[in-house]
């Protein structure tokens, strides 16, 4: 880890930067600005803190960790609100499960969760969307995202595209393990889209120095709009959660069978990207993880590699030099854009036929954004943010499942 106490002129920070990186060659030059313009943010406390997957994101660095007095910051939690990462570890093992099972498995699973913009066609159940609808009627006034709530039946349950996956995979004991990446889908980034507008709108009114090009547009939390802008965001978190619940439930069933309840040993299921309201330093302030996780000590966390990589249950140090806080998986490399030129389709399925991983993915003409070699290597995450979480479990990836 190393600290950031002045910018490239020379001039010192109003607070330092902490990366949990060698040195700041590691760090890209879009995620350093990005982080000079957190540590000028007038409501910023203590310290900024990047983990070892950093990269640059909107308005504020994929694994960076905000902690805020009095305010909340919408892109500072991300537009994909609860995104995050569910586990199920079960009694089964690997022995004798044949290559052509596992293909049988992927299939299986891909025609029960819709993936990319799918949504399913019948409306499921949302016991996130429900609770809300009764406990908070005044939330009606949001007329667009009211609207969107019955449109969040459909994407309940559903994986979207990008980085998230569905992955079979086995641990020091070679059980049968799956892992689950998925966030809020369109209903959360709805809710972040309008909320970054309201913030933008009022920016006179609270009279925001904050310049506009930092898009880092904030809402007072004892404001009308602030603590509409809560419960919004908690309502994304727990759809996620949910959500992820649903897959993971269809996908054991058709790998574990219909009394899969039986057979499952551990469930373990975290959020990267959300605020909180924690004390750190006496002083009660609001942090925003953005593609990064709570760990505080021994609480228990989930850190995903790239395809085909290895993956990891940990449990946290809670050092409070990044606010309680670790890397949410390996952190890419380059951007998407780079990895679709650099890694074709045919490059990367001869990397996943050597790590004997099969892919299930309806289109494979992208796939090059999501090659394994378009990530940091875990290994080398995971050696930086030794004083941050301990491993207790590692995962390889058997098969896995893209939008």
Same mark, same amino acid.
């Given at each position: 880890?190393?600290?950031?106490?002045?910018?490239?002129?020379?001039?010192?920070?109003?607070?330092?930067?902490?990366?949990?990186?060698?040195?700041?060659?590691?760090?890209?030059?879009?995620?350093?600005? %990005?982080?000079?313009?957190?540590?000028?943010?007038?409501?910023?406390?203590?310290?900024?803190?990047?983990?070892?997957? +950093?990269?640059?994101?909107?308005?504020?660095?994929?694994?960076?960790?905000?902690?805020?007095?009095?305010?909340?910051?919408?892109? *500072?939690?991300?537009? !994909?609100?609860?995104?995050?990462?569910?586990?199920?570890?079960?009694?089964?093992?690997?022995?004798?499960?044949?290559?052509? +099972?596992?293909?049988?498995?992927?299939?299986?699973?891909?025609?029960?969760?819709?993936?990319?913009?799918?949504?399913?066609?019948?409306?499921?159940?949302?016991?996130?969307?429900?609770?809300?609808?009764?406990?908070?009627?005044?939330?009606? %006034?949001?007329?667009?995202?009211?609207?969107?709530?019955?449109?969040?039946?459909?994407?309940?349950?559903?994986?979207?595209?990008?980085?998230?996956?569905?992955?079979?995979?086995?641990?020091?004991? &070679?059980?049968?393990?799956?892992?689950?990446?998925?966030?809020?889908?369109?209903?959360?980034?709805?809710?972040?889209?309008?909320? &970054?507008?309201?913030?933008?709108?009022?920016?006179?009114?609270?009279?925001?120095?904050?310049?506009?090009?930092?898009?880092?547009?904030?809402?007072?939390?004892?404001?009308?709009?602030?603590?509409?802008?809560?419960?919004?965001?908690?309502?994304?978190?727990?759809?996620?959660?949910?959500?992820? %619940?649903?897959?993971?439930?269809?996908?054991?069933?058709?790998?574990?069978?219909?009394?899969?309840?039986?057979?499952?040993?551990?469930?373990?299921?975290?959020?990267?990207?959300?605020? &909180?309201?924690?004390?750190?330093?006496? +002083?009660?302030?609001?942090?925003?993880?953005?593609?990064?996780?709570?760990?505080?000590?021994?609480?228990?966390?989930?850190?995903?590699?790239?395809?085909?990589?290895?993956?990891?249950?940990?449990?946290?140090?809670?050092?409070?030099?990044?606010?309680?806080?670790?890397?949410?998986? *390996?952190?890419?490399a380059m951007s998407r854009k780079d990895a679709l030129q &650099?890694?074709?389709?045919?490059?990367?399925?001869k990397e996943l036929a050597v790590q004997q991983v099969v892919?299930?993915?309806?289109?494979?003409?992208?796939?090059?954004?999501?090659?394994?070699?378009?990530?940091?290597?875990? *290994?080398?995450?995971?050696?930086?943010?030794? !004083?941050?979480?301990?491993?207790?479990?590692?995962?390889?990836?058997?098969?896995?499942?893209?939008?």
């Amino acid at each position: 880890m190393f600290e950031i106490k002045r910018d490239l002129q020379g001039d010192q920070l109003p607070i330092p930067i902490l990366v949990w990186l060698p040195d700041q060659s590691e760090l890209e030059e879009g995620c350093f600005q %990005q982080a000079l313009n957190l540590s000028r943010f007038p409501f910023a406390h203590h310290h900024i803190a990047l983990m070892p997957d +950093t990269h640059q994101g909107f308005g504020m660095p994929i694994g960076g960790i905000l902690a805020t007095r009095d305010v909340i910051i919408p892109n *500072a939690v991300g537009v !994909d609100i609860g995104c995050g990462v569910a586990f199920a570890q079960t009694n089964l093992q690997w022995d004798g499960v044949s290559r052509q +099972t596992v293909h049988k498995w992927v299939e299986a699973i891909m025609q029960k969760i819709p993936q990319g913009f799918s949504h399913h066609k019948d409306k499921m159940k949302a016991q996130a969307l429900d609770d809300f609808r009764r406990d908070y009627p005044e939330e009606k %006034q949001q007329g667009i995202l009211w609207k969107e709530i019955e449109r969040g039946y459909y994407q309940m349950g559903t994986l979207g595209g990008g980085n998230h996956f569905i992955e079979l995979q086995s641990d020091e004991e &070679n059980r049968i393990c799956l892992m689950i990446h998925s966030g809020s889908r369109n209903f959360g980034y709805q809710i972040a889209r309008h909320f &970054n507008t309201v913030a933008g709108r009022q920016r006179r009114q609270w009279q925001s120095c904050v310049p506009t090009a930092h898009q880092l547009d904030y809402l007072p939390e004892d404001s009308h709009e602030g603590r509409s802008y809560i419960r919004w965001m908690e309502l994304a978190k727990a759809f996620a959660r949910e959500s992820r %619940q649903q897959m993971l439930q269809t996908a054991l069933q058709i790998v574990a069978g219909q009394r899969f309840e039986e057979k499952v040993i551990d469930i373990i299921d975290v959020h990267h990207n959300d605020v &909180n309201q924690e004390v750190h330093g006496g +002083t009660t302030v609001w942090v925003h993880r953005k593609g990064a996780i709570r760990a505080n000590a021994g609480e228990r966390g989930l850190i995903p590699g790239a395809m085909g990589r290895s993956s990891y249950v940990v449990t946290g140090r809670g050092n409070v030099s990044s606010f309680n806080s670790c890397s949410h998986g *390996a952190g890419r490399a380059m951007s998407r854009k780079d990895a679709l030129q &650099n890694f074709s389709k045919e490059r990367v399925m001869k990397e996943l036929a050597v790590q004997q991983v099969v892919l299930g993915k309806k289109q494979l003409t992208d796939v090059g954004e999501e090659a394994p070699m378009a990530y940091k290597e875990i *290994a080398f995450v995971m050696k930086q943010q030794e !004083d941050l979480v301990i491993p207790v479990r590692q995962l390889k990836g058997k098969a896995v499942i893209k939008g």
